[in-house]
């Protein structure tokens, strides 16, 4: 299945509400018959153009409070996560003192909840065990299994049910406390009845880079993504990608592509787009890489790609039906505000939407772009967010 196709059967736009709201994010109450209705809405990043370092950007709580005074639906649309969707927008509302529902907003790894039950009942990976890599503790299993996968496994877990898979024991105090037994421990008599993988998710950054990549690199290798085995088909020459991921391996899924996120310190920190080049790196030294014509075959999704910009449409649309009611004009505009070209920028540009829209983008000083010709071109360039709000009202020519 193409990662088109997969992304594309995320769930068809729910049926729309017939009542109308204002969403207060805690409550609603019915909308005046009289309200204008916009046919615009807004879609933020987070980190660098709401919040920096968790410290609320001047401005963004006001713009915020005046898109819901006036019924202006809006979307957080961010390729941060480790978190699930309920938890980071308390966060939010706690820090910015405005409140929000749970689907206000879209995560990185906010698709994957998809997959659950998937396009079919062959493909749902709801019983099956996926690998989820990443995150704070146990953070990101928790998530997994909030969104209804039965059997997660950490590379943590693996790390201690056997410990000679990597031979350093640095992180063995970190991992003792968050981690589970294996639902199947390998056989060390006999590595094929071990534990079997389905699917591998990189939910968030890795904190420990060294053992999440020998663990997806085992995998890879593996005979049909059981532990502690190896496919006999890596390097066949007569296979295509040159034998490598031929053999019933599970799929490789990454949440987001951003190579740099803006956090405390003063320059840009590597992001988990950093983690899939080293993996990449690894990936090519083991296999001989795109010279032997060998690929590491993966899905990513997270801005700037297409997929997560039409899931987060579908969002959209979705809390605006439930914001104004379903029998409403179809939405014309969007204007997404971000503070990264390769990501906020380069995925309002490209996105095609399937619902007729058109995405504009609006680059904001407040994170990572500072200054200069940005990689990609924006619609326009804002001082902060709150310049960015008013200039997407006057461009829609609304009056409140
Ligand atoms: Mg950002």
Redesign the pocket.
């Known amino acids: 299945m193409t990662s088109q196709t997969l992304w594309r059967s995320f769930g068809l736009l729910q049926r729309a509400s017939t009542r109308s709201f204002i969403n207060t994010g805690s409550g609603r109450r019915a909308l005046s018959s009289q309200s204008r209705i916009p046919d615009f809405a807004f879609a933020f990043?987070i980190?660098?153009?709401l919040l920096r370092s968790s410290k609320p950007i001047p401005g963004a709580a006001k713009s915020l409070a005046l898109l819901q005074e006036q019924n202006i639906p809006f979307l957080l649309l961010t390729n941060g996560g480790g978190k699930h969707e309920t938890e980071r927008v308390a966060e939010i509302s706690e820090k910015l003192q405005v409140p929000l529902a749970p689907e206000a907003i879209v995560q990185s790894h906010s698709p994957f909840a998809e997959l659950v039950r998937g396009p079919d009942e062959l493909s749902a990976l709801e019983n099956k065990c996926v690998l989820v890599v990443g995150g704070e503790g146990e953070r990101c299993r928790k998530v997994a299994q909030q969104y209804g996968f039965k059997n997660v496994v950490t590379p943590g877990d693996i790390f201690m049910a056997n410990p000679t898979i990597w031979p350093f024991k640095s992180f063995q105090n970190y991992y003792k406390d968050i981690t589970k037994p294996l639902p199947n421990p390998k056989d060390p008599n006999d590595p094929s009845r071990g534990l079997k993988i389905d699917a591998i998710f990189v939910f968030n950054d890795p904190r420990d880079w060294a053992l999440d990549a020998q663990i997806i690199t085992d995998v890879l290798l593996s005979s049909e993504g059981v532990i502690g085995t190896i496919s006999e088909k890596n390097g066949r020459t007569d296979l295509p990608n040159r034998g490598f991921q031929q053999d019933g391996q599970p799929h490789l899924y990454f949440s987001n592509p951003d190579l740099w996120?803006?956090a405390a310190y003063h320059l840009p920190r590597l992001g988990q787009g950093g983690f899939r080049e080293a993996l990449e790196g690894i990936w090519a030294a083991v296999t001989g890489g795109p010279s032997k014509g060998v690929e590491l075959k993966k899905t990513v999704i997270g801005k700037p790609h297409q997929g997560t910009y039409e899931f987060a449409e579908i969002q959209l649309l979705r809390n605006r039906s439930r914001l104004l009611g379903s029998n409403i004009p179809p939405l014309k505009n969007v204007y997404m505000i971000?503070?990264?070209p390769e990501s906020?920028i380069c995925g309002a540009n490209s996105y095609r939407s399937p619902h007729g829209s058109k995405w504009h983008s609006i680059l904001v000083r407040t994170?990572?772009y500072n200054g200069g010709e940005p990689t990609w071109t924006p619609t326009t360039i804002a001082d902060d967010v709150q310049k960015a709000v008013e200039w997407g009202l006057e461009t829609s020519k609304w009056r409140g």
């Open positions: 990043d980190d660098g153009v996120w803006a971000g503070d990264n906020d994170g990572v």
